[in-house]
């Protein structure tokens, strides 16, 4: 349950730093950033929501986890490519780090969950 729980503490920190974003970057930068963070915490509760009594239902819960998974990576990507736009400072340099940590930690935590689901429901009809 703890990929529940990052995953929810990233999206309360992404609509945090939402308020912190200078206004002529929110339609720009901030507000694709809270709906990435939405999208990745709706995946994973509705992977977490599936009651697995067979392969398919094993595979559709795989499936939230991926989508979850690449969700993460691109909002990294989205962030990393803020970082680099030079005279612009859109967060400080440490938020931005424990954003990204926050982020490493639910990719780890996902990965750790399906790796597991693997070995739970591999003998499954």
């Known amino acids: 349950m703890q990929f529940i729980?990052?995953?929810?503490?990233l999206y309360a920190a992404t609509v945090q730093q939402y308020?912190?974003?200078p206004k002529r970057y929110t339609f720009l930068a901030a507000l694709p950033f809270v709906e990435m963070a939405g999208e990745?915490?709706?995946?994973v509760v509705e992977g977490n929501s599936f009651p697995v009594t067979?392969?398919?239902?094993?595979?559709?819960?795989?499936?939230?986890?991926l989508l979850?998974?690449?969700t993460i990576r691109s909002l990294t990507c989205r962030i990393?490519?803020?970082m680099r736009?030079?005279?612009v400072q859109i967060l400080d340099i440490d938020t931005m780090e424990a954003w990204m940590k926050k982020l490493?930690?639910?990719?780890?935590l996902l990965r750790a969950v399906m790796k597991s689901d693997r070995a739970r429901y591999k003998n499954l009809p």
């Open 5 to 9: 729980i990052t995953a929810q503490e």
């Open 19 to 21: 308020t912190k974003i």
């Open 40 to 43: 990745i915490l709706d995946h």
């Open 54 to 65: 067979n392969q398919h239902e094993a595979q559709l819960r795989r499936d939230q986890f």
């Open 68 to 70: 979850a998974q690449a």
């Open 80 to 82: 990393e490519a803020l």
């Open 85 to 87: 736009i030079p005279n």
């Open 104 to 108: 490493d930690k639910e990719l780890i």
